[in-house]
């Protein structure tokens, strides 16, 4: 789950003001800047305007200088965090690329009301939410202003209205390679780009009609609209990401303006309706990018999504699951425990195999050397029981202190759980957390040398990262072997609307790595016994269609079965706005026949147990 920093102050907010300034500078993208008083045709110095400041590209050509008497409508106010207004020149220019909206950071609660004519003085710049190492796109904004208000109660510039009409198809232009492949640039093309659309009306006042929610509401009080019901639509009313090139135009975050102690912001799953108007100033955030910041909200309608069940396994199939239990430990409240086994129970009808990613020690976040996760698995395991499910048996590898990365001091790992009752766990020499297990052959069968065991752990792809934890289990006489992951995150990745397009990718390089190391080692069973059922599975944090997939499926060594689903029902996940795939579960060759359910009971909702869907495959050995 993703983490807020604090908001940013005035004094380091004008730091990235000017370092992104000077950036811009360096590229020559204020090359021919205009002074802050532009001379008419006839000679006469003519007052600066809001689309003057704006220009035709993401950089104002003004950046880095100072205005004087900018006038405006105040649209909107925000009292709390990156603490301003917008104002919005009533009279437009001829030029669809240009906004007529600015916003004006005043560090304090700003005095002025919607409604107020103004005229402000400042500095022009542009700042990066997220600071200039995220690849984000800057806001332009008036800091450090001085504001006359020069009337009060004025009518407001209609607002624009954005809907599938208005959003073009194609979601953005191709970076500059002459300029590390960003389009700060480039001249807007408001009709042909989505993201240049709508840059072209950042700060101004806009606005939407009924939409549907496609990623709930969280707990920073946001949510996430489509203004295109048709794009990519899952059946379940979420918006799926189905490539690198099905962004989704036609998302777009939705906040409010108004202090939560004044107006709660409302709840809202995936598939519910935002109804009637929702209108205020288009802003640019580091957590999603372009956000309607609402002062009039619609009102939410309830469709009444359901959690889904998975069937149960019938007597001769092996029921494999895997869920990211979200750190859970010990100090969690006794309510998460009973929400994530009810879920194991009568959700995924009580797998016979339950890979579990995210499980930390004993005492949880503290940092004291703890790395047994004995009392964690004690209360999930009783909490099933108490839910009507079977007494599982669990099998782990303690990690190293702090060497697997996730929350410092949570020590997350991987744990297989099983039903004593339905499949047999075959202990082998159980290693530690640097031991690598490795494969030889039994009576023409693939065995492990150390099950539970971690495999490659001291390949370098695994620094810092969960190691993978395999393990070898009997089902009705039939060995099958199971190997449950939880690959490097994607932190540190650019956003969707990153400045540089495509979006830099860089925790893609390790999780490549880390895929490549699991295909090797199917390989050496495959090698071992052609024929072996083999379950690769787990929080794998990357798509289907990615290369970490592609390269554990490498040489026909596993198939992705969340493949057999339909496109539009491949998510396990979803992020702003996005339904997508985080969570899978590869078979080898061997298993021939299976049936593959992502079982939605998280991602959509509001209210969650955990951030990620559970997955499913039975199977007959």
């Known amino acids: 789950m993703r983490s807020r920093p604090t908001v940013t102050g005035s004094h380091s907010r004008s730091a990235a003001v000017a370092s992104v300034v000077a950036a811009a500078l360096a590229a020559g993208l204020l090359a021919g800047s205009a002074s802050a008083a532009e001379l008419s045709e006839e000679g006469t110095s003519a007052a600066i305007r809001v689309h003057d400041i704006q220009g035709t590209t993401r950089i104002s050509p003004l950046a880095g200088q100072q205005v004087t008497g900018v006038e405006g409508i105040v649209t ?69 202003p001085k504001v006359t208000v020069l009337s009060s109660g004025n009518a407001l510039p209609e607002a624009v209205l954005v809907n599938e009409y208005g959003v073009p198809a194609e979601y953005a232009p191709q970076g500059d390679p002459a300029n590390g492949g960003s389009i700060n640039g480039l001249a807007l093309d408001p009709a042909t780009y989505a993201l240049d659309y709508y840059e072209s009306l950042e700060g101004m006042n806009v606005r939407i009609g009924d939409s549907r929610v496609v990623g709930a509401t969280d707990p920073y009080a946001e949510l996430w609209v489509t203004v295109k019901g048709w794009e990519h639509r899952a059946p379940r009313g979420g918006t799926v990401y189905g490539s690198y090139e099905s962004q989704n135009t036609g998302r777009l975050q939705i906040q409010q303006l108004a202090p939560l102690a004044q107006q709660p912001f409302p709840k809202a799953d995936v598939g519910d309706r935002l109804t009637g108007t929702t209108e205020g100033p288009l802003d640019f955030n580091q957590f999603g990018g372009y956000t309607l910041v609402a002062r009039t909200l619609g009102t939410v309608e ?57 499980i930390q020690d004993d005492n949880g976040a503290k940092n004291d050397g703890t790395v047994a996760a004995g009392e964690t698995l004690r209360k999930f395991t009783e909490a099933i029981v108490a839910a009507g499910g079977p007494a599982y ?189 985080l969570d899978q579960i590869l078979v080898s060759p061997g298993i021939k026949k299976f049936q593959y359910d992502s079982v939605h009971i998280n991602a ?13 495959l039975r199977f007959i050995p």
Do not use: C, M
């Not at 409604?115 to 939410?129: H, K, Q």
């Not at 024929?531 to 929080?539: F, T």
């Open 76 to 144: 909107g106010v925000r009292t709390y965090g990156s603490r301003g207004f917008w104002i919005q020149d009533p009279q437009a220019d001829d030029s669809d690329a240009t906004s007529e909206g600015v916003f004006v950071f005043t560090s304090s609660v700003p005095t002025v009301a919607v409604g107020d004519a103004v005229s402000v003085s400042g500095l022009v710049g542009e700042y990066v939410p997220g600071g200039l190492n995220s690849g984000n796109q800057s806001v332009t904004q008036i800091s450090k």
């Open 302 to 358: 309830s469709k009444g999504l359901q959690r889904e069940k998975t069937k149960a396994q019938k007597p001769g199939e092996l029921a494999v699951a895997t869920y990211n239990v979200e750190n859970l430990d010990p100090t969690d409240p006794q309510e998460k425990f009973d929400a994530l086994a009810k879920a194991v129970v009568e959700n995924l009808a009580s797998p016979d195999i339950v890979a579990l990613e995210e």
């Open 393 to 581: 048996q669990w099998r782990s590898v303690d990690p190293e202190n702090n060497k697997d990365g996730g929350e410092p001091g949570g020590n997350i790992r991987q744990v297989f759980l099983f039903n004593p009752e339905r499949v047999s766990f075959t202990d082998r020499d159980a290693g530690g957390a640097t031991t690598a297990t490795g494969v030889v052959t039994e009576n023409g069968h693939a065995a492990l040398t150390h099950s539970p065991g971690r495999v490659d752990p001291a390949n370098a792809a695994w620094e810092n990262s969960r190691k993978p934890l395999a393990g070898e289990f009997v089902f009705r006489g039939r060995k099958v072997i199971v190997i449950a992951n939880h690959f490097g995150s994607k932190g540190g990745d650019e956003g969707l609307t990153s400045h540089h397009q495509p979006p830099v990718r860089s925790s893609e390089a390790k999780r490549l790595l880390q895929a490549q190391s699991v295909n090797s080692f199917v390989k050496e069973i495959t090698a071992a016994q052609h024929n072996a059922n083999v379950v690769v599975l787990g929080d794998i944090n990357d798509f289907e269609f990615s290369a970490t997939a592609q390269a554990l499926e490498d040489g026909g060594a596993l198939y992705s079965a969340v493949k057999s689903l339909p496109r539009a029902e491949r998510y396990s996940y979803v992020y702003q706005g996005n339904a997508q795939v």
């Open 604 to 616: 959509e909702f509001a209210d969650q147990n955990s951030d990620h869907d559970p997955q499913v």
